[in-house]
C-alpha cells in the first residue's frame, strides 16, 4: 500500500463518538494487539458491502449504533505514529474473497504500550464522513 493510499474505518455513534469526536474505546485493545483494527481500502471498497455491514452491526445494538460513518485517513497517518523513532503500527492488506478492500492495522509488539498507541491512532480517525459523501 502507498503512503498516499486513504484508508476507512467504520464508526457508531453514540459508541464511538461523543461530542463530536471519536473515542478512545472506538478502537478495542484486543483489537489492536490480537486481531488488528479492521478497515477498508477506499480504491477497492464496495459501498454495497459497508452498507450491510451497517446493517449487520447496527441490529446488534441499535441504541448505541444509531448513525454510522466512516473515518478517513491516509497509510501515512498511520505509519508516521512514532514512539521514541520506533514505528507503532503496520498496515496489513488483508483482502478476503468476500471483501476485497479489507485490510488491518496491527500494534507492533513492543513498540508502544497500547493505551498510549490507541490514543494516537485515535487521533486519525477524527475526519468522518457519511458512507454516501465517500462513495457516491
Not at 445494538?61 to 444509531?66: G, N, S, T
Request: hydrophobic share 35%.
Amino acid at each position: 500500500m502507498s503512503e498516499q493510499e486513504v484508508l476507512l474505518r467504520l464508526l457508531y455513534a453514540p459508541e464511538h463518538i461523543v461530542d463530536g469526536n471519536v473515542i478512545e474505546t472506538a478502537i478495542s485493545l484486543k483489537d489492536l494487539k490480537c486481531r488488528g483494527v479492521s478497515l477498508d481500502r477506499l480504491s477497492y471498497v464496495e459501498k454495497e458491502i459497508i452498507k450491510k455491514r451497517i446493517e449487520a452491526q447496527t441490529s446488534k445494538a441499535p441504541d448505541e449504533r444509531q448513525e454510522a460513518s466512516l473515518s478517513k485517513f491516509s497509510c501515512s497517518d498511520i505509519r508516521n505514529i512514532n514512539n521514541n523513532n520506533d514505528q507503532v503500527f503496520l498496515i496489513i492488506d488483508d483482502a478476503t474473497q468476500t471483501n476485497i478492500a479489507h485490510a488491518s492495522i496491527f500494534l507492533i509488539k513492543g513498540s508502544c504500550p497500547p493505551r498510549k498507541a490507541r490514543a494516537e491512532l485515535v487521533r486519525c480517525l477524527q475526519d468522518r464522513q457519511s458512507l454516501s459523501s465517500l462513495i457516491p
